[in-house]
Every structure is written in structure tokens, then in C-alpha cells.
């Protein structure tokens, strides 16, 4: 008994310390700490409005303000199915693992959005879980969106609901096990989904400030043109690679494998993750958003 209580206490630390590490490794640095500077709460910045319409809609309604941040969002990318309505949803990510739908964002109120309130919305964009209290998934970059203020999001949230409803359910998630548990998302979202908003530069001038939260939050540029980690959370720190020396990245590639070869092999949930993946070339999964680029955009361009 002795002897399996000293293996059990070895483990434990082998774990704590493996969490550690990773913690090091994978923590969530601000969208704009590559540029360095002094990043300050938009109460607390005295430059022009780096958030919102721009100022020749400065005087327009509530609607046509969101008209405007919903395009720049470029919500209709994802939401617009081949052939279907505008924003009904019904766009297929298909993975390795199954396909995932995007949802109808009409305001019908049985198939789309129409019954959500505006705290539905704000938590569904700031937060990732839906009016039910389930978890979505990160397809849907609401990491990104979690820099919006509340003012922009419940404007694109009026011009949704402008917007005539339209009766469609798009078909459901098909994931294979574990990939469709949900609540997993709860712990990647302790690491990678910081839940602040946008936070403007007081030593950037405004021009640059207002690109950033056009680039970092509203048009989520960096779902895609950011390289991402062994978790596949956004690495914000190596936007500007140029800031890393070879051996620093090189020693962060190695113990980050290391970490996580331990997490495989010393959790069941990790075996598992690794053993339904069934990568025998490489120990990295692909992502919902590596498809994206995949499929969707290099797509395109080829």
C-alpha cells in the first residue's frame, strides 16, 4: 500500500507539474502585447473612439450602425449556407472528426435567434455559450469577439433582428466521441478565452487603435493569421516572430511536446484524445479553425 501511495503522490506531481508548464506555455497574452506599449481600459483612454461605427454613421440609428459592424464582421461568411437564406446558417465544417453547422441567426423565434435577449447575445459573443447555457464551439470565434463592447455587439444584435426571420434548421452537430462533449470547452476556455474587451493602446496613435479593434475583435483577422498553439488557442505572442530568438522558440517547441506527450500518456482523457485522432505521424491534431484556413480560405485562393 505504501508503495502505490508513493506512485499516486508521483503521479499527482507529475501532473501538477506538467499543468505548469503548459500553463507557461499556452497562457493567453492580449491580442496587441506583441506591439508593446501600455494597453488601457477604454474608460480610461482619452484618444479618439477606437470601438464602432465610424463617424459619418456617427448620427445613424441603432439598426444601420449594426448594418455596418455585421458586414465588417463579415458575419454572412460562415451563416450563408451554398444556396441557402441570408444568415439562416446551414455552412458545413467538415473535420476528420465530423461536421459542424453553423446556426441560423435570423430572428425566427422556433429556428434562429428571435427569442434571445440581449444578455443571450452578449454571453453567446463574449463568452461562447449559447441561450441554453451549452457551450459552443470555437468555429465560431467568439475569442475574438469577447473584445467587443457591449454597445457594438446589442447594434449588430438590432440589425440581426431587423432582419426578416427565416424558418430553417440547420441539420446538427455530428461529432464522434469525445469531440462532441461540450463541456470539455469549459476548460480550454479557462486557458484561451481571457473574457476582456478591447483594450486601446495609450502609446499607439488613434489610427492605429482603431485598426486594431477592427483587425482584432470585430473582424477576427486573427482566427485565421495567427499561428496557434499545441492547444490550438490563438499565440498571440508570436505575431511579430521576429521578437523570439531560434533557440527560445525551439526550447518552447520542445518542452511544449514534452508536456504534452505527458498529458497523453499519464490521463485517460488524454489517451483517449490522442488514441481517437489516431495520428500515428505527427502528435498534433487539426483543429476545427485549421480546416477553416484549409478548406475555406486556401481554398479560394487556389
Known sequence: MRAAGKIVVILVLLLVAAAGVGWLILRTH?????????????????????TGAPPDLAGADLVK???????????AACHNAPGGKPYAGGYAFKLPFGTIYSSNITPDKETGIGNWNDADFLRAMHDGIGKDGENLYPAF?????????????????????????????????????????RFLMKFWNVLFNPGRRFEPNS?????????????????????????????FGLSESQKDKNSESRPSAL??????????????????????????????????PFSVLDLFVRDRLLGSLS
Open 251 to 284: 526550447w518552447k517547441r520542445v518542452v511544449g511536446r514534452v508536456w504534452l506527450a505527458m498529458f497523453m500518456v499519464w490521463t485517460v482523457p488524454g489517451w483517449m484524445y490522442l488514441h481517437v485522432l489516431g495520428h500515428h505521424t505527427r502528435i498534433l
Open 30 to 50: 492580449g491580442p496587441t502585447s506583441f506591439a508593446g506599449g501600455t494597453p488601457v481600459d477604454l474608460a480610461d483612454y482619452h484618444g479618439p473612439a477606437p
Open 203 to 231: 502609446d499607439r496613435p488613434p489610427e492605429w487603435n482603431r485598426g486594431a479593434y477592427l483587425a482584432e475583435a470585430l473582424g477576427h483577422c486573427g482566427d485565421c493569421h495567427t499561428p496557434r498553439n499545441l492547444m
Open 65 to 75: 450602425r449594426g448594418e455596418y459592424l455585421a458586414r465588417a464582421g463579415d458575419c
Open 141 to 181: 470565434p467568439y475569442t475574438s469577439y469577447t473584445l467587443l463592447t457591449d454597445g457594438d455587439l446589442l447594434a449588430i444584435k438590432a440589425y440581426l433582428f431587423s432582419l426578416k426571420p427565416v424558418h430553417y434548421q440547420p441539420p446538427a452537430d455530428n461529432l464522434t466521441f469525445p469531440f462532441n462533449q
